[in-house]
């Protein structure tokens, strides 16, 4: 695996982030079975998921929480009536 080192400033990014909204983001790298490159409004942040994604491929995800960590789910329209009632599980965790 290679190793990617990502230092970046994301004051900008969470001041944009609001828990709720929908976003879209891409998978720029597959660093290893469960952890990703994945780009939100130009920043590359290292994603850990369970779900399998390919290389540029587009999500859209609904933000969770931003505090103390970044929470993510995928955003499916159909499915998202089920998550309401249900407790609010994660797909992604930036790490």
């Not at 969470?14 to 790298?29: A, N």
């Not at 993510?72 to 992604?92: C, H, S, V």
Request: aromatic fraction near 8%; charge should be positive.
């Amino acid at each position: 695996m290679n190793l990617v080192v990502i230092e970046d400033d994301l004051r900008l990014l969470l001041r944009r982030l609001k828990k709720g909204m929908i976003i879209e983001g891409r998978i720029v790298q597959i660093l290893s079975d469960n952890h990703y490159l994945l780009r939100i409004y130009g920043h590359n942040l290292i994603m850990k998921s369970s779900v399998k994604f390919g290389r540029f491929e587009e999500v859209r995800l609904k933000v969770l929480e931003t505090k103390p960590r970044i929470q993510l789910r995928i955003f499916d329209p159909k499915t998202e009536l089920f998550w309401a009632g249900q407790k609010k599980g994660m797909n992604f965790l930036i790490e």
